[in-house]
T-cell receptor
Framework: NAGVTQTPKFQVLKTGQSMTLQCAQD?????MSWYRQDPGMGLRLIHY???????DQGEVPNGYNVSRSTTEDFPLRLLSAAPSQTSVYFC?????????????FGSGTRLTVV | GQQVMQIPQYQHVQEGEDFTTYCNSS?????IQWYKQRPGGHPVFLIQ?????EVKKQKRLTFQFGEAKKNSSLHITATQTTDVGTYFC????????????FGTGTRLQVTL
């Protein structure tokens, strides 16, 4: 199993450009989430999904869109990049049941907006 | 909204010393999870605590959930250089089990 795969690993965007961060998991996990990590701010939830066709907003959703057309994929779209969106983005997935299961994180995408 | 704070923000220890990070929430925690993130890496799940007063051990790591479910702690005995990283607690909301609210993290540095 590859786990959670994020692409690209690094990206530089100009202000106003749009792009999609890709996230795919092969563990048949129902739950998927996107987080951003900024220095001193911990991880903040952007959007999340409990299953295909269902998404909801997290703590910091402005400027981002998501969709979940399949169980495996959960892309994050930046509509019009701003310097404030410079961050490390992590995608994560988890099983639905409440046992001792945590989230599996991808290796992250380092995004710089200039 | 819920705030989950961790103290200390940073700790530097010599190898062999013990280390503890504390996680405190402004509201009652549902299920507390702990993650470790190595420098330049991604968070890796360590453990989940669900019951008030629960204590779990993983080799040199001891995890506790407070009696009132508003705090948690991670204690590492006899640190090693491989323990270097940032430790995060996270509240897994049982109402919407897909959501994690992360703590602010404690960065641990271990030197010989």
């Amino acid at each position: 199993n590859a786990g959670v795969t994020q692409t690209p690993k690094f990206q530089v965007l100009k202000t106003g450009q749009s792009m999609t961060l890709q996230c795919a998991q092969d563990m048949n996990h129902e739950y998927m989430s996107w987080y951003r990590q900024d220095p001193g701010m911990g991880l903040r939830l952007i959007h999340y999904s409990v299953g295909a066709g269902i998404t909801d907003q997290g703590e910091v959703p402005n400027g981002y869109n998501v969709s979940r057309s399949t169980t495996e994929d959960f892309p994050l779209r930046l509509l019009s990049a701003a310097p404030s969106q410079t961050s490390v983005y992590f995608c994560a997935s988890s099983r639905r049941d409440r046992g001792n299961y945590g989230y599996t994180f991808g290796s992250g995408t380092r995004l710089t907006v200039v | 909204g819920q705030q989950v704070m961790q103290i200390p923000q940073y700790q530097h220890v010599q190898e062999g010393e013990d280390f503890t990070t504390y996680c405190n929430s402004s509201t009652t925690l549902s299920n507390i999870q702990w993650y470790k993130q190595r420098p330049g890496g991604h968070p890796v799940f360590l453990i989940q605590l669900v019951k008030s007063g629960e204590v779990k051990k993983q080799k040199r790591l001891t995890f506790q959930f407070g009696e009132a479910k508003k705090n948690s702690s991670l204690h590492i005995t006899a640190t090693q250089t491989t323990d270097v990283g940032t430790y995060f607690c996270a509240d897994r909301n049982t109402g919407t089990a897909s959501k994690l609210t992360f703590g602010t993290g404690t960065r641990l540095q271990v030197t010989l």
